[in-house]
């Protein structure tokens, strides 16, 4: 029997309450099939920064190393600055382990009600493949002057050759995978950023050479921001930086009914390395510990890592799941109208298994 170890870093606010769920589909699922989970709890976080004035130990890297994934709730805390939780956990574990493409797709499911008008179940049904270790978020500069009145900060985008060839090249491939439209749009920004998106533009140019069945078309991030909202059903596969692919995922997430159904995965494509899963809500402090959070990105999520892992069956399953829940719509959270909470959801796709 396959067994998969599993780290669990449930985090912060309403991620605690989700993974929960996560967790018992993933035991629930398991039991259909020729696998087993073994799940290892590290409580890391805004608590345990608050703790230790770090948001992880410094050993962490090399603890994570040693598993096949890693299973995340979220990670923020409205009395610590967004850029501490996200480069004292996130970005290392990102960059550490070479998480090179974050998968997220946008799916109108039925029973879902997009703030779009006249959209159909799977009208809108797209993958946005965002950047995820450079671009934007590279972390480079610095300041001069601090807390002068000539306070000057500097932030570099990081765009190399090898960094844009391989998450395009990831993007073709997947194209080609889903064998829907064969369509990949690009996001860019070259009339104004002259030099790295450059680099960017190039590498899709090279790569497209080499996909000759695949449709390809490129936009500039703001007109790519109207047209998710004015025909999101002309996209496929949309690949872009480590900023850009973050504002279309939001935008993405809301008009396929709510932030509660954006899965999300951070990938090493390669699996040299132990890849993450998260959800794209975040934290979101002001329903923490009220038990309306709706857990099914998080089950969404743990359908992805299921791919990842291989065991194909059984997050078609998890899938499927979901969705019957959706298209009864009988047993909802608030963000999709119901009035069920966290825990019925949760055991309501157990039972759809």
Partial sequence: MASHRIAVIRGDGIGIEVVEEGLKVLKAVSENHSFDFQFDEFPWG????????????????????????????AVGHPDIQDHITLNGLLLPIRRKFDQYVCERPSIL??????????????????????????????????????????????????????GC???????????????KKKHLTSITKSNAQGYGMIVWDRAFDRIASEYPDIQTDSLLIDAAAMDFIRKPEVFDVVVGSNLFG?????????????????????????????????????????????????????????????????????????????????????????DLGGTSSTDSVGTAIVNAL
């Fill in 46 to 73: 805004s608590d345990y920064y608050k703790a230790n004035g770090a948001m992880m130990p410094s050993d962490a890297l090399d603890t994570l190393s040693t598993y096949d994934a890693i299973f995340l709730g």
């Fill in 246 to 334: 973050d504002i279309l995922t939001d935008i993405g997430a809301i008009i396929t009914g709510s932030m509660g159904l954006a899965s999300s995965a951070n990938l090493d494509p390669d699996k040299r390395y132990p890849s993450m899963f998260e959800p794209v809500h975040g934290s979101a402090p002001d329903i923490m510990g009220q038990g309306i959070a709706n857990p099914m990105a998080q089950v969404l999520t743990s359908a992805m890592m299921l791919r990842h892992l291989g065991e194909e069956s059984a997050a078609d399953e998890v899938e499927k799941s979901v969705q019957k829940l959706l298209t009864e719509g009988e047993i909802l959270t608030p």
């Fill in 165 to 179: 060839e391989r998450v395009i090249r990831y993007s073709f491939e997947l194209a080609r995978r889903r064998n």
């Fill in 109 to 162: 499911y039925p029973g879902i009600d997009s703030p779009l008008s006249g959209k159909s179940p799977f009208d809108i049904d797209m993958v946005v493949i965002r950047e995820n270790t450079e671009g934007e978020y590279a972390n480079v500069g610095g300041f001069q002057y601090m807390d002068f009145p000539e306070e000057v900060g500097i932030q570099t985008g990081v765009f190399t050759r090898k």
